[in-house]
């Protein structure tokens, strides 16, 4: 079965860092685009980082500098290493897929998503 | 402030139609495949259009999709109590070097 499982997210105080993780199975995703897209509170959904096949990567403006995102091919895991976060970074976090399949369009699978919460 | 523009809620009785619609620019949806997803409450969003109308392996027929110029369209027609949720467009974004959603529809079945 085509799955994504995050985890690492919970409660860091502003300035902090947090990583999360994104498990895959049933596909490899170093043959993919992978990507993270969050969602505050009662909003709507915004893209953070995509990073390509190649090992390239992009970011939002808003994350820029302070966000990584990275593979573990062993691992078939994606990271999003988040730093000096803010009150404002506070939402649940989706890791998701980007095939070729859809033309590097589209994110066909997600997973269940982990919150992330910044406060003191 | 998101480039890309939905009206936010439309409703529709059981076995009627919806539209959505999305505006943007020539930046993304003019020269770019726009894709669609739903987000029921409380669950992560799944992709039921991409390429302007293709829809995954699962997603019935009663989802349709359509882009002209800079806006695109989703349709969902034999509207079920299943459908309502919260949909979003999306496409990427040549200027911003982005991925950009819309702002978002709720639909609502009567």
């Known amino acids: 079965e085509v799955q994504l499982v995050e985890s690492g997210g919970g409660l860091v105080q502003p300035g902090g860092s947090l990583r999360l993780s994104c498990a895959a199975s049933g596909f490899t995703v170093s043959s993919n685009f992978m990507t993270w897209v969050r969602q505050g509170p009662g909003k709507g959904l915004e893209w953070v980082a995509v990073?390509?096949?190649?090992?390239?990567?992009k970011y939002a403006d808003s994350v820029k500098g302070r966000f990584t995102i990275s593979r573990d091919d062993s691992k078939n895991t994606v990271y999003l290493q988040m730093n000096s976060l803010r009150a404002e970074d506070t939402a649940v976090f989706y890791c998701a897929r980007d095939p070729p399949e859809t033309g590097h369009d589209a994110f066909d699978v997600w997973g269940q998503g982990t919150m992330v919460t910044v406060s003191s | 402030q998101s480039v890309l523009t939905q009206p936010p809620s439309v409703s529709a009785a059981p076995g009627q139609k919806v539209t959505i619609s999305c505006s943007g620019s020539?930046?993304?949806?003019?020269?770019?495949?726009v894709a669609w997803y739903q987000q029921l409450p409380g669950t992560a969003p799944k992709l039921v259009i991409y390429d302007n109308n293709k829809r995954p392996s699962g997603i019935p027929d009663r989802f349709s999709g359509s882009k002209s110029g800079t806006s695109a369209t989703l349709g969902i027609t034999g509207l079920q109590t299943g459908d309502e949720a919260d949909y979003y467009c999306g496409t990427w974004d040549s200027s911003l070097s982005a991925y950009v959603f819309g702002t978002g529809t709720k639909v609502t079945v009567l």
């Open positions: 020539s930046s993304n949806i003019g020269n770019k495949f």
């Open positions: 990073l390509y096949r190649g090992g390239g990567t």
